[in-house]
Protein backbone atom coordinates (compact mmCIF):
# COMPACT_ATOMS: atom_id res chain seq x y z
CA UNK A 1 0.00 0.00 0.00
CA UNK A 2 1.34 3.75 -0.62
CA UNK A 3 1.36 6.52 0.95
CA UNK A 4 -1.43 8.20 -1.20
CA UNK A 5 -3.60 4.84 -0.51
CA UNK A 6 -3.31 5.28 3.00
CA UNK A 7 -3.83 9.19 3.02
CA UNK A 8 -6.88 8.25 0.71
CA UNK A 9 -8.39 5.82 2.95
CA UNK A 10 -7.94 7.88 5.99
CA UNK A 11 -9.70 10.91 4.35
CA UNK A 12 -12.73 8.55 3.18
CA UNK A 13 -12.78 7.92 7.16
CA UNK A 14 -12.97 11.51 8.21
CA UNK A 15 -15.30 12.39 6.45
CA UNK A 16 -17.68 9.28 7.08
CA UNK A 17 -16.83 10.61 10.70
CA UNK A 18 -18.26 14.11 9.78
CA UNK A 19 -21.23 12.75 8.22
CA UNK A 20 -21.85 11.25 10.85
CA UNK A 21 -21.53 13.93 13.47
CA UNK A 22 -23.50 16.19 10.86
CA UNK A 23 -26.37 13.97 10.02
CA UNK A 24 -26.69 13.07 13.97
CA UNK A 25 -26.61 16.76 14.93
CA UNK A 26 -29.08 17.71 12.68
CA UNK A 27 -31.11 14.42 13.45
CA UNK A 28 -31.26 15.10 17.21
CA UNK A 29 -33.53 18.34 17.42
CA UNK A 30 -36.06 16.80 14.70
CA UNK A 31 -36.02 13.99 16.94
CA UNK A 32 -36.70 16.30 20.23
CA UNK A 33 -39.16 18.20 18.53
CA UNK A 34 -41.30 14.78 17.43
CA UNK A 35 -40.89 16.06 13.68
CA UNK A 36 -40.40 11.97 12.84
CA UNK A 37 -39.68 9.15 14.86
CA UNK A 38 -36.52 7.01 15.10
CA UNK A 39 -36.54 4.69 12.27
CA UNK A 40 -38.87 6.65 9.95
CA UNK A 41 -38.30 7.68 6.41
CA UNK A 42 -37.77 11.27 7.94
CA UNK A 43 -34.75 10.28 9.95
CA UNK A 44 -33.95 8.15 6.58
CA UNK A 45 -34.10 11.19 4.48
CA UNK A 46 -32.11 13.29 7.12
CA UNK A 47 -29.06 11.06 6.43
CA UNK A 48 -29.00 10.48 3.51
CA UNK A 49 -29.58 14.52 2.73
CA UNK A 50 -26.48 15.06 4.88
CA UNK A 51 -24.76 12.09 3.13
CA UNK A 52 -25.28 13.64 -0.36
CA UNK A 53 -24.08 16.80 0.79
CA UNK A 54 -20.63 15.46 2.73
CA UNK A 55 -19.71 13.31 -0.56
CA UNK A 56 -20.00 16.79 -3.01
CA UNK A 57 -18.35 18.70 -0.02
CA UNK A 58 -15.74 15.46 0.18
CA UNK A 59 -15.12 14.77 -3.94
CA UNK A 60 -14.24 18.86 -4.57
CA UNK A 61 -12.08 19.20 -1.64
CA UNK A 62 -10.66 15.92 -2.66
CA UNK A 63 -7.71 17.50 -4.96
CA UNK A 64 -7.04 19.82 -2.82
CA UNK A 65 -5.84 17.44 -0.15
CA UNK A 66 -4.22 14.85 -1.98
CA UNK A 67 -2.02 17.83 -4.08
CA UNK A 68 -0.97 19.33 -0.67
CA UNK A 69 0.25 15.94 0.43
CA UNK A 70 2.20 14.76 -2.20
CA UNK A 71 3.42 17.84 -4.34
Same mark, same amino acid.
Do not use: E
Given at each position: ???KDLM %? @? $?YVSI !???IWGTFGSLVDFPLLKMDIYQAGSLGQF %?? !?ALT? $??CLI $???KL !???F @? %??RFN
Open positions: MTK %S @I $I !FVL %ST !FA $IT $IAV !FPT @I %SN
